[in-house]
């Protein structure tokens, strides 16, 4: 349930209606909107509430029941209209808006391999005018023995990309991690809390979108930072699930969630596109969730030959923003060489992207 205070409301009255919030279990959140009015997410099972219990406290304004099962991310909780561009609650990083005007891309390897492949990448992508750089330190693979990723030396060269390009950074979160350090040893990683200290984004893949304790330790790590996060969708996740995931951030603390859709399983087989591009969905994500929806044209085809069509499908659908993986060599990545782009696709891709979004959004 959504409760909207009235402008003249007292913060004598907003105390009263909260202790009846808690005097029935519930739990809340306020939403200090810019334009002064506070509005309260009432938390929990309200099935057997009426919308009078709290309309008829003084100082309220309306009362709004949300039937959907995800409250806090869906289009209903529309808090603030200063916040909202086109009903999406934008994400800032550093300058940059996320689901405003402006299509956001972020881009970089799959996987940091090295000093020299790191910078290399951070010259041409800071230089193309992308704001965002991505690139995973840690790797959750399919294969135990497919490489796992740099660990800790690959966040402290992410910082490096941040100082030396003025790039903000996204990268991957996972649970415990063990990293192979040069001496053979298997290091320990808390990657939560490693990523939490270095990334302006934390990514959370799509191999975790339904490790729920992993959730909600994330919101709750993040709740006084609001650390922004790129979601992904599970690869078999509903968008019903995906959207229960976000929430699960939302309500442990953390409002600044963006959805990532990154292709689904289907009866297709490999050879012709790794998982499918599910570009419906942005349409669907857009109409019920407040969140900016971003799409990973890179994993959802696995070709670098067909991430230019989807990337202009996916903005065309009205996506925020694109994530695409870029490699200086594509053809020697440790990691999704088949679907990096080149530095000049990416390019072209952005420029074509970036027409497409103006013709959506200002039409
Ligand atoms: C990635 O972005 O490199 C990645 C591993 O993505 P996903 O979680 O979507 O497979
Ligand atoms: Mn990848």
Do not use: W
Not at 120 to 145: D, F, H, L, N, Q
């Amino acid at each position: 349930m959504i409760i909207h205070m009235a402008k003249d409301a007292t913060p004598e009255q907003e105390n009263a209606l909260l202790k009846r919030v808690e005097a029935r279990g519930f739990e809340y959140q306020i939403i200090h909107g810019s334009t002064g009015i506070d509005v309260i997410g009432v938390l929990g099972d309200l099935s057997g509430v009426e919308e009078s219990y709290f309309a008829e406290c003084d100082g309220v304004d309306k009362v709004i029941r949300i039937s959907k099962p995800y409250k806090m991310v869906s289009r209903e909780f529309a808090h603030d209209s200063k916040t909202l561009v086109k009903g999406t609650k934008v994400v800032k990083v550093g300058e940059t808006v996320i689901g405003g005007r402006e299509l956001t891309i972020m881009a970089g390897p799959c996987s940091l391999e090295s000093s020299e492949q790191v910078m290399s990448i951070a010259e041409y992508v800071a230089g193309m005018g992308v704001p965002i750089m991505r690139g995973g330190a840690y790797k959750p693979r399919t294969s135990p023995y497919s490489f796992q990723g740099m660990g800790l030396r690959g966040l402290e060269l992410l910082a490096q990309v941040r100082e030396h390009y003025g790039l903000k950074i996204v990268t991957e979160a996972t649970g415990l991690h063990r990293h192979m350090c040069e001496d053979g040893n298997l290091e320990r990683n808390n990657v939560l809390e490693n990523v939490i200290s270095y990334a302006d984004i934390i990514q959370v893949g799509a191999r975790n979108m339904k490790s729920y304790g992993f959730l909600q330790e994330l919101g709750i790590l993040t709740k006084q930072s609001k650390t922004p996060i790129l979601l992904k969708r599970g690869d078999s996740s509903t968008l019903k699930d995906f959207l229960l995931a976000a929430e699960y951030i939302v309500a442990n603390g953390n409002p600044n969630v963006m959805l990532c859709l990154r292709g689904i399983r289907t009866f297709e087989d490999d050879r012709f596109q790794r998982f499918t591009p599910d570009i419906g969905a942005i349409a669907v994500l857009k109409q019920e969730s407040n969140l900016p929806v971003i799409f990973d044209p890179s994993h959802s085809t696995g070709y670098r030959s067909r991430v230019r069509a989807a990337s202009l499908a996916a903005v065309a659908a009205g996506a925020d923003g694109l994530l695409i993986e870029t490699h200086n060599n594509p053809a020697e990545a440790m990691c999704d060489g088949e679907q990096c782009v080149t530095h000049d696709e990416l390019a072209r891709i952005k420029a074509q992207a970036e027409k497409i979004r103006s013709l959506v959004y200002d039409e």
